[in-house]
């Protein structure tokens, strides 16, 4: 059985993983940080206990990215002839459907707290010689768990997009959006202090809420992705223009009278078939190989293609 043809990134591109190698590194270091700060100063916060859920989750698509970026790599076998591309879907489908999954189990155990009233106090610290409102060491941790991590998804975005990495540019929203978290958090914090028994509840809601949406929002498209849709850009909000670059160039060549096309996504790459119909007999391998040639110089994701000509006689 024949195997894809290995795959490697441009050259110009390698830059471009190491960086997003590094961020996603450092990412995973950054969440351990907040993960042991959340969990030496959230007491009985619900909202702070959800917060600390959320970073927890949050290491999932780094470590994905991580994997998936070994795998992808692997030449074609004979057991998986396609090659290994898809790793990078299957990374994205497994961040999202636990970021979805927990989600909607913490905006369940939110809403629970929520009906039953449950009242939650803050206690204080001795800090120098002196009693401290914890709230205070809460707040502090919230704000590290909010400004570095919308930083990193920033810089994840233009690495994402280059790449044409869903799953890292998932993750880089995610990050971006942490301050929402943080806030809500933050609310439930203040809102304990000012005697407001629901606010803990509330911020717990609202965070889980924005958990089980990006987790929703992500299942969705990596589902698709497998179903073989249609190529789309990393941001999902259209179809990628590459197949019909790629369908406009090869109906350009002079002796091609009609042409259609076929692509899907193999995580980082498209596979897809061509179909040409000669205006005039003429040298079949040779025709061959100018489609392929002209299909793969229009994008680095056009990966592995089967050409179906037609002559006539």
Known sequence: MRATREHELPAELQPVLQRA?????????????VIVLLGLVM??????????????????????????????RRPGT?????????????????????IFA????????????????ERVSIGALELFGRTVWQGWAMLLV???????????????????RRLHDKSLYADARMNKADWLSGAAAGFGVVGIGLGWWWADAVGAIVIS???????????????????DRVPMRVEHDRESQVPEEV?????????????????????????????????????????TQEVLRVARG??????????QLEQPE
Do not use: C
Request: hydrophobic share 55%; proline share 4%; charged share 20%.
């Open 21 to 33: 190698r590094r961020l996603e590194w450092a990412t995973i270091a950054y969440l351990l940080s």
């Open 142 to 160: 919230l704000v590290w768990a909010i400004v570095p991590a919308v930083v990193l998804g920033r810089l994840k975005l233009g690495p994402a």
């Open 43 to 72: 007491g009985s916060s619900q909202a702070l206990r959800t917060a600390w859920v959320e970073d927890v989750l949050s290491l999932v698509p780094p470590i994905g990215f991580l994997i998936a970026d070994r795998v992808r």
């Open 78 to 98: 004979r057991r998986f002839p396609y090659g290994f591309h898809r790793a990078v879907t299957v990374a994205y489908l497994m961040s999202s459907f636990t």
């Open 247 to 287: 369908l406009d160039r090869v109906r350009a060549l002079h002796w091609v009278e009609r042409a259609e096309l076929r692509f899907r996504e193999h995580g980082h790459v498209y596979f897809g078939e061509i179909w040409v119909a000669a205006r005039q007999p003429g040298d079949a391998a040779a025709r």
């Open 298 to 307: 229009v994008d680095w994701r056009v990966h592995d293609l089967v050409v």
């Open 209 to 227: 809420i924005d958990i089980a949406a990006d987790g929703w929002k992500n299942l969705g498209a990596a589902i698709a992705d497998l179903m």
């Open 102 to 117: 927990f989600g909607g189990i913490l905006l369940a155990d939110g809403a629970v707290h929520l009906a039953r009233g």
